[in-house]
């Protein structure tokens, strides 16, 4: 099967924050086509719950506490001058989203204020949010004004296979496009562009137990890392110390703010065990408390912990926490009467594809933003709610420098060819795999790690992906095949950039 060429101005693969907020910065300039997986609203945008952390209240905060705050918790390995500009053109940002019809909390009895919350590792009230759905609020402002834009045309159910490099044609290697699967129709079209932004997110579904959403395959990090782009600090995933614990709640996360309004972890027997451990107790950042808990969990052969809003105002869930508390009372959790039951899981991917300054990447012509990058912002761990930050920084200057460049592309390019590969009738190797490398990133790679757990992943890792390989040639390809592909190369960027790295951060 060949597939249809096609051209467009700013390639934008991913739907959330960053690839949206970037189409808005290049869309007066050019045709921008915006590629995501599932229904466009479908990132680990639309989950995130904290919200955003800036600094706007300059009597109580400022601008150094913040910094201090993002190194403190980045453990010696941020970049200052990036921490520097991503906190200082943060509120420049808030603004626009609320020019754009973002509608964020407002403190109660003045519509003028926005309502601040605290979240752990931070020492101000500096998280602006939308109650605790702040994610899915931008998300809905932002679809919004690309929809408005005559510019913009979104593709669903779209996913980029693999990027065009010049490379491939023997020249010096640039972006110029991406091969892009229907995951409908299974056509793949091979689309060009000036250049790309990555704004694929995070990598959380390496991992059995993780906050993301299914979409959260690593497929950014995989594809520039196929495309001879540079990745970095793969090693530091983060893991968040509190996600419901229940058999019916797959991946629902229970907001740090909880915690920042003052939310007490608990053993079962009541104990504060994260008083001694951190000054600042369940509310230490989020690495001390996941660590802690991984050990209780190990000491006490306990399944979870809890986490306790009983002694707090009776009205504070229903209205600092609508989503939290009706998915728990949908459980029959009432927070408000008894402990949340929570454990850890995989989060957020500190590391990922290098970007400089103005979001370019190692490769010409392909930038990134946002979870599936590395700006050097976050270092060893991220504070809470700087994410969305520093997508919003990030693609604002991503689309700035990529206004001014200079496109490549080989003389004739190749269109996708399926060559002679057949429909696969064997789709349990896909989910079987899948599972294996989940499981082993687990148990392996996980919290705490050791030399010896890594090398058995790495053995088993290496096994899963040669299979992947035979299949991918020899079987017509399908978003979950491709899915697969990159899940199993992030898991290998991050086992062997944990065995480089021998210190613990
Ligand atoms: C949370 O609400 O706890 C998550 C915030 C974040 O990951 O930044």
């Known amino acids: 099967m060949e597939s249809s060429i096609q051209e467009t101005d700013f390639l934008v693969l991913g739907s959330g924050i960053a690839g ?6 290049v869309a007066d300039h ?22 955003i952390a800036s600094v706007l209240d300059h009597e109580r905060d400022s601008f150094e506490s913040h910094v201090e705050d993002t190194l403190r918790v980045g453990a010696g390995l941020c970049k200052q001058e990036i921490v520097r500009l991503t906190v200082e053109e943060g509120p420049r940002h808030i603004r626009r989203l609320i020019e754009l019809g973002v509608e964020f909390t407002r403190q109660p009895g003045d519509q003028a204020a926005l309502d601040l919350g605290r979240e752990g590792g931070h020492s101000h009230r500096r998280v602006v949010h939308a109650t605790d759905f702040t994610g899915q609020e931008v998300e809905r402002a932002l ?18 296979v693999d990027l065009l490099t010049t490379a491939a044609y023997g020249l010096p290697n640039a972006c110029f496009g991406a091969y892009v699967l229907d995951a409908r129709s299974g056509g793949v079209m091979t689309l060009l562009s000036r250049v790309v932004f990555l704004a694929t997110g995070g990598a959380g579904k390496v991992y059995l137990y993780t906050s993301n959403p299914d979409v959260a395959t690593g497929d950014g990090i995989a594809m520039a890392y196929r495309a001879g782009a540079a990745v970095a600090n793969m090693e ?24 920042g309004e003052g939310g007490i972890l608990r053993l079962p027997d009541g104990t504060d065990f994260m008083k001694g451990v951190h000054e600042l107790g369940s509310l230490a950042p989020r690495d001390v408390v996941a660590r802690t808990i991984d050990a209780e969990l190990k000491r006490t052969g306990a399944d979870c912990v809890y986490l306790d809003m009983t002694a707090l105002p009776k009205e504070l869930a229903p209205r600092r926490f609508p989503n939290i508390h009706e998915k728990c009372l949908a459980l029959g959790i009432d927070m408000r009467e008894q402990p949340i039951p929570v454990v850890p899981g995989a989060h957020y991917c500190c590391g990922g594809v290098v970007v400089d300054a103005q979001g370019r990447t190692t490769l010409r012509n392909l930038s990134a933003a946002g979870e599936v990058s590395c700006t050097g912002l976050h270092g060893a761990c991220r504070l809470a709610s700087n994410s969305l ?14 206004l001014a460049a200079e496109p490549v592309r080989p003389a004739t390019v190749r269109p996708w060819s399926s060559g002679n590969a057949v429909n696969s009738d064997e789709a349990v190797v896909v989910s079987q795999n899948w599972d294996e490398v989940r499981r082993a990133m687990w148990n392996y790679v996980g919290i705490v790690r050791s030399e010896k757990r890594l090398d058995r992943a790495r053995r088993r890792i290496e096994l899963i992906r040669e299979e992947i390989r035979e299949y991918y040639w020899n079987f017509l390809i399908t978003s979950d095949l491709c899915e697969l592909r990159n899940i199993a190369l992030v898991a290998h960027l991050i086992i062997d950039s944990a065995r480089r790295r021998k210190e613990s951060r």
């Open 20 to 25: 949206l907020y970037y189409a808005l910065h």
């Open 389 to 402: 930050l520093e997508a919003l920084v990030f693609a604002a200057r991503a689309a700035a420098a990529d």
């Open 143 to 160: 679809l919004a004004a690309v929809a408005r834009h005559p510019n913009c045309q979104l593709l669903d159910h779209h996913l980029a």
């Open 30 to 51: 050019g045709r921008v086509t915006i590629i995501t997986k599932r229904d466009p609203a479908e990132s680990s945008t639309r989950y995130a719950q904290g919200g």
């Open 236 to 259: 530091f995933y983060q893991f968040h110390p509190t996600l419901l614990y229940h058999p019916h709640a797959k991946s629902f996360l229970i907001s740090e703010a909880l915690r």
